[in-house]
């Protein structure tokens, strides 16, 4: 067997220990130490998912020769200086989305990462999910895109902007990504409707409709936020549309129907295992990371994905705070 990736948690709460579940699948990955910032939160993961220590210093963490990459799942505003240092430190970093809450604090990142020679990866997931990875093998280059990304009932940290910077950023990231992903064309320019409508206590914009126009001359619509149950398309949702054939992924994308293409429906769960268990592709995303290392290539999902992901989401802040059409060159 290869060698083993010794690695560290610095966040251990809700998706840090669904890392952690996924991780056991991942022989590659060996978790050896646990940050928080709340003790007991280390304590109970390191008990459960066993290592050397639990610690409340992520100094203690950089500064242990043993750790070769951190994985980072903390609130938003800790993303920029958590990643910074680990970069510093040497250490290889897989880091949640979103990247950070502004551009500037993105490039910072991806500075620090390219300075340091380490490499960084975008916890970008479901374009590890293997219906998206089918779709966009059926339909390459979509002249039409739609997502969708909405959350129901968010609560907490996410929802404040020095935390979290908002449903729109905190989740509706993943939809901005993967409508990228599935053009591979940058985004140009971006124009968008919305406001604070379902949680105004926060005064950030919480729910929006994003137009965006891609390099290539395809275009994409996107709706993002907190604003219910969307039980029938789900929270994520995407079609993609060529001329010729239509692709939906529904159901947090475990469904699809299409037109024009070899099939005309797929199902997760009518997949052979290993994929048949990872609707999601979480636990591809952290087999992916290994690869990455062991085999010293390039990130699967980089720096420059989670800085433009952040942008597109911003840039849409700025088009309807200011009304006019924003122009985004990374
Ligand atoms: N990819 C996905 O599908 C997905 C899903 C949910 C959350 N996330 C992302 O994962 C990250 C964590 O979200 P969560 O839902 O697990 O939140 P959470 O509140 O459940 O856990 C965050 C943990 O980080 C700790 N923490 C915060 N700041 C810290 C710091 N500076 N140093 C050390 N510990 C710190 C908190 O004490 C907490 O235990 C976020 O970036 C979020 O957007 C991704």
Redesign the pocket.
């Known amino acids: 067997m290869s060698r083993t990736i010794k690695m560290a948690l610095?966040?251990?709460?809700?998706?840090?220990r669904s890392h952690l579940r996924s991780a056991r699948e991942v022989p590659e990955l060996e978790f050896v130490c646990y940050?928080?910032?709340?003790e007991g939160?280390a304590a109970s993961a390191c008990h459960e998912f066993g290592g050397r220590y639990h610690t409340t210093d992520?100094e203690a963490i950089m500064r242990d020769d043993d750790v070769e990459a951190v994985l980072i799942?903390?609130?938003?505003d800790?993303?920029p200086p958590?990643a910074t240092r680990a970069a510093q430190a040497g250490k290889q970093i897989f880091l949640?989305?979103?990247m950070a809450l502004t551009i500037e604090d993105c490039l910072k990142i991806e500075e620090a990462v390219d300075k340091a020679g380490v490499k960084l990866m975008m916890?970008f997931?479901f374009r590890f999910a293997p219906l998206v990875a089918s779709v966009k093998q059926m339909v390459p280059h979509p002249l039409v895109t739609v997502g969708q990304s909405l959350h129901s009932a968010m609560k907490?940290?996410?929802l404040t902007p020095e935390r979290g910077g908002g449903p729109v950023l905190?989740n509706g990231c993943?939809a901005f990504d993967l409508v990228y992903w599935l053009n591979e064309s940058e985004p140009v320019l971006i124009s968008a409707a919305g406001g604070p409508l379902t949680h105004p206590e926060h005064g950030l914009v919480d729910n929006a409709a994003v137009s965006v126009q891609f390099e290539n001359g395809s275009i994409a619509a996107i709706i993002a936020g907190d604003s219910g149950d969307a039980r029938y398309t789900s929270k994520f949702f995407f079609e993609v549309l060529d001329g010729r054939r239509t692709a939906t992924l529904y159901e947090r994308c475990h469904k699809a129907q299409l037109s024009g293409c070899e099939v005309d429906s797929l199902s997760v769960e009518e997949l052979p295992p290993p994929l048949s268990t990872d609707p999601e592709g979480t636990r591809a995303e952290l087999q992916a990371w290994a690869r990455c290392l062991l085999e010293d290539t390039e990130s699967p999902v980089g720096p420059r994905d989670g800085t433009r992901a952040t942008a597109m989401v911003l840039k849409a802040f700025e088009a309807i705070r200011s009304g006019r059409t924003q122009e985004l060159r990374l």
């Open positions: 610095i966040g251990c709460g809700g998706m840090g940050a928080d910032a709340v939160t992520v799942a903390t609130h938003h800790s993303h958590l949640e989305k979103p916890g997931k907490g940290w996410p905190s993943h």
